[in-house]
């Protein structure tokens, strides 16, 4: 795994979404207005169409987002940099000091939480209720990102405002930006919801992999019709604590699932 990724997704999706099985489309909930790659072209506009600028500095709105993630690997392809072909959904609570992504199929999820300039990041087994909290020199030890813009964003700000802007416009009363080009060696394209400061589609290619991950749904935190699991109840463990409890059968288990895990081991 390579913390230091282009998205933070890539971040979760090596840990978050490694599932072969397959998601379902959600059903009966309040979609967005869809905006992918195939229909952004019908909006295009030429540069007096008032699109709000890229400005990834004011206050970000609390919501709740559904997205499904697709991979395709060529079958000749022998890299063991990336995760496994497959598809999953999974979800994205975003609050002012808080960021948790949560795994529908693999009852697994992950929670960035902030005090004033320190972080923690929690890697949570729901079936376990237990979590492994990371804290800042240990997340500092393993080289993982500390952009907390990066985890709200869902991809690092610099390198979204290094991309190329291809087209801009309004698709049923919301203002989108798209953009493309190349990061740590991968093609880029991001299509970007101006007024929720998300991804809609987030799109990376290199040699014999592709990803795709769309979002399907959103909501004002306020009104999300999907709880977060109530973790209030669940053993935490620390990240340091990991060499010591290496016999535990749920750290055994868990352990490949861990970021920074071999850096750990001295």
């Known amino acids: 795994m390579k913390p230091k990724s282009a998205f933070f997704l890539l971040f979760a999706g090596s840990l978050l979404l490694p599932l072969a099985g397959h998601a379902h489309e959600p059903g009966g909930e309040s979609q967005t207005p869809s905006l992918t790659a195939d229909t952004a072209a019908a909006s295009v506009c030429a540069d007096d169409c008032n699109v709000p ?35 999953a959904e999974w979800r994205f609570f975003r609050e002012n000091d808080r960021v948790d992504l949560e795994n529908l199929g693999a009852l ?10 320190t972080q923690f990041f929690f890697k949570v087994f729901h079936e376990d209720r237990r979590s492994i909290e990371y804290r800042m020199d240990d997340l500092k030890m393993i080289d993982a990102a500390l952009s907390w813009q990066q985890h709200t964003l869902l991809i690092d700000p610099q390198v979204l405002q290094g991309l190329a802007l291809q087209e801009a416009g309004w698709r049923d009363g919301y203002p989108y930006r798209r953009y493309s080009g190349m990061a740590g060696g991968e093609k880029l394209d991001v299509l970007w919801r101006v007024d929720l400061k998300l991804p809609v589609v987030l799109e990376r290619e290199r040699a014999g ?30 990240f340091a604590d990991i060499g010591d409890r290496e016999r535990d059968p749920f750290v055994m288990r868990i352990q490949a699932q861990l970021p920074g895990v071999s850096a750990h081991r001295h």
Do not use: C, F
Request: proline fraction near 11%; aromatic fraction near 6%.
């Open 209 to 238: 992999y592709r990803e795709r991950t769309v979002l399907k749904a959103v909501h004002p935190l306020a009104d999300s019709p999907w709880p977060r699991p109530d973790q209030s109840g669940y053993e935490v463990i620390d």
């Open 108 to 117: 697994t999820g992950e929670r960035w939480q902030r005090d004033g300039r």
């Open 53 to 87: 600028a890229l400005d990834l500095t004011e206050p970000l709105p609390e919501l709740a987002a559904s997205y499904v993630t697709s991979r395709a690997v060529e079958a000749d392809s022998h890299s063991h940099d990336h995760p496994p072909a497959g598809e």
